[in-house]
């Protein structure tokens, strides 16, 4: 799990209490259950210094913005901005001015006129992948500098058929040929413990991505280059980072340009 943004919901953890959080919602859970399933599903990292706050300042937030949010919630989350709990995260400088900026306006909102509840449906159409099991997408940065990613496995499940992608060990400005990238290995994640904010670069080594707003992996940069047999470990390959397309172009964006960088 990792951020590679300051705003709020550029955040693993965020998003996935975001995302499950509605979901119980349009699977016509009541508001205070949905609030208690959610606390205990993330109970573990309630208690983590880095990921706790990011749970209550979601939860608070994502009710917020249906309408529904709890007084106990909110006061958690206000009491995370006002001990700094969250800002503690982040560099002294520019990158903890963002943060600031960022829990000042959840502070405007958790105090502000609330909306009325907003009656949450699941969408009628379910995002379904035409990405096939080896398929290979080609994404090029600003810097002319190229990143992979192949398709593991489909994962399904109530709301989507996705792609489980992992991202490829290859950052150069050439495009391989097809009879090369089979040989190219997948990246592994850095051996950081505990995992630093911002993440590092190439912190995200597998994703499973979702169409959102009509956007989809065309229309986020990426191009299907070729398809390679799969890898030991792929029929049980899972995706620890989810999230829209365009977020996973932006994360790889930033990690080509690390590479100039470096």
Same mark, same amino acid.
């Given at each position: 799990?990792?951020?590679?943004?300051?705003?709020?919901?550029?955040?693993?953890? $965020?998003?996935?209490? &975001?995302?499950?959080?509605?979901?119980?919602?349009?699977?016509?859970?009541?508001?205070?259950?949905?609030?208690?399933?959610?606390?205990?599903?993330?109970?573990?990292?309630?208690?983590?210094? #880095?990921?706790?706050?990011?749970?209550?300042?979601?939860? @608070?937030?994502?009710?917020?913005?249906?309408? &529904?949010?709890?007084?106990?919630?909110?006061?958690?989350?206000? @009491? !995370?901005?006002?001990?700094?709990?969250?800002?503690?995260?982040?560099?002294?400088?520019?990158?903890?001015?963002?943060?600031? @900026?960022?829990?000042?306006?959840? &502070?405007? #909102?958790?105090?502000?006129?609330?909306?009325?509840?907003?009656?949450?449906?699941?969408?009628?159409?379910?995002?379904?992948?035409?990405? #096939?099991?080896?398929?290979?997408?080609?994404?090029?940065?600003? %810097?002319?500098?190229?990143?992979? !990613?192949? !398709?593991?496995?489909?994962?399904?499940?109530?709301?989507?058929?996705?792609?489980?992608?992992?991202?490829? %060990?290859?950052?150069?400005?050439?495009?391989?040929?097809?009879?090369?990238?089979?040989?190219? $290995?997948?990246? #592994?994640?850095?051996?950081?413990?505990?995992?630093?904010?911002? /993440?590092?670069?190439?912190?995200?080594?597998?994703?499973?991505?979702?169409?959102?707003?009509?956007?989809?992996?065309?229309?986020?940069?990426?191009?299907?280059? @070729?398809?390679?047999?799969?890898?030991?470990?792929?029929?049980?390959?899972?995706?620890?980072? /989810?999230?829209?397309?365009?977020?996973?172009? &932006?994360?790889?964006?930033?990690?080509?340009?690390?590479?100039? $960088?470096?």
């Amino acid at each position: 799990m990792g951020s590679w943004g300051f705003g709020l919901f550029e955040d693993d953890v $965020a998003c996935d209490v &975001r995302d499950d959080y509605r979901s119980l919602l349009e699977d016509g859970v009541d508001d205070e259950e949905a609030a208690r399933r959610i606390l205990e599903r993330y109970d573990e990292l309630l208690s983590d210094e #880095q990921d706790g706050p990011v749970v209550w300042l979601a939860l @608070a937030t994502s009710q917020s913005e249906v309408g &529904r949010l709890t007084r106990g919630v909110r006061d958690s989350a206000l @009491a !995370v901005i006002d001990s700094d709990e969250d800002l503690n995260r982040w560099d002294e400088g520019e990158t903890r001015m963002k943060r600031s @900026a960022v829990l000042d306006g959840v &502070r405007t #909102q958790l105090l502000g006129p609330q909306r009325r509840p907003k009656r949450v449906r699941r969408p009628k159409r379910r995002y379904v992948t035409d990405l #096939q099991r080896g398929d290979v997408l080609l994404f090029q940065g600003s %810097n002319g500098r190229h990143a992979l !990613v192949r !398709v593991a496995r489909v994962d399904e499940d109530g709301h989507s058929i996705a792609p489980i992608l992992k991202v490829l %060990n290859y950052s150069d400005h050439l495009v391989p040929e097809a009879s090369q990238i089979a040989f190219v $290995a997948d990246r #592994q994640k850095p051996d950081i413990d505990p995992p630093p904010s911002p /993440s590092p670069p190439w912190w995200t080594v597998d994703y499973r991505p979702e169409a959102d707003e009509g956007i989809d992996y065309r229309e986020a940069g990426f191009h299907l280059v @070729a398809n390679v047999e799969p890898k030991p470990g792929d029929d049980h390959a899972r995706a620890w980072t /989810s999230g829209p397309w365009r977020n996973l172009a &932006r994360g790889l964006e930033r990690d080509l340009l690390s590479e100039d $960088a470096g």
